[in-house]
């Protein structure tokens, strides 16, 4: 089954500064990545998804980049702010086919930071 | 529109004990999600129902039984819970016709602890 990897487990950073989170995934029939962000005694939401027929997708500060033959993407938050910080996940799923069942598998979390 | 609700918020249980988390959603999804909240490990999957009138295993199903007893509700239960269930319990739905986004929406989660 699929196996999502997510890397830092904590970064601090700066307000202002950007951050980074990345995360590789091991089935190759994965065609869907989301993000979700996680705030303090809340359930995840839905920040930006990316579909593997295409390599970039941005909303504002926020941008999710896509690399299917290495199987990562990652995560690029800019011009970071206090309200940023929280616990991000990625996650990957097969949405088409035969076994589409829309389960997520989710990485193991990153807990950012923004020092203001 | 509520959307997902989960119940109880709190429950402390001894060990050997029996206890079920309800959930409903309001958004006429297909697919309902029990997740478990761990530190260091993420959000990972216990069972999950497709559709209405199937249920399947996630990736750690052992000790957990579910019920999709309609559309709306879908319910997590533990026949005899032990220590290592301690966690944050996140039930999540998704599928609203005609087109599966795939985007999950969570209810507030479920805080156990199993003494």
């Known amino acids: 089954g699929e196996n999502v990897e997510q890397h830092p487990s904590t970064l601090s950073v700066q307000e202002g500064d950007s951050a980074v989170i990345k995360c590789t995934y091991s089935?190759?029939?994965?065609?869907?990545f989301p993000w979700y962000k996680q705030e303090l005694g809340k359930g995840p939401q839905l920040i930006i998804d990316i579909r593997s027929n295409v390599g970039e997708k941005k909303d504002q500060r926020i941008a999710v980049t896509l690399n299917k033959t290495a199987k990562h993407f990652s995560l690029h938050i800019t011009e970071t702010q206090p309200e940023d910080s929280a616990v991000y996940f990625c996650?990957?799923?097969?949405?088409?086919?035969?076994?589409?069942?829309?389960?997520?598998?989710f990485g193991q979390g990153t807990t950012l930071q923004v020092k203001p | 529109n509520a959307g997902v609700t989960q119940t109880p918020k709190f429950q402390v249980l001894k060990t050997g004990q029996s206890m079920t988390l309800q959930c409903a959603q309001d958004?006429?999804?297909?697919?309902m999600y029990w997740y478990r909240q761990d530190p260091g490990m993420g959000l990972r999957l216990i069972y999950y129902s497709a559709s209405e009138g199937t249920t399947d295993k996630g990736e750690v199903p052992n000790g957990y039984n579910v019920s999709r007893l309609n559309k709306r509700e879908f319910s997590l239960r533990l026949e005899s819970a032990a220590p290592s269930q301690t966690s944050v319990y996140f039930c999540?739905?998704?599928?609203?016709?005609?087109?599966?986004?795939?985007?999950?929406?969570f209810g507030e989660g479920s805080r156990l602890t199993v003494l």
């Open positions: 958004m006429n999804h297909n697919s």
């Open positions: 999540a739905s998704s599928g609203k016709l005609p087109v599966n986004t795939g985007e999950l929406f």
């Open positions: 996650a990957a799923s097969m949405t088409s086919g035969p076994s589409n069942t829309g389960k997520l598998i």
């Open positions: 089935d190759s029939a994965s065609n869907y």
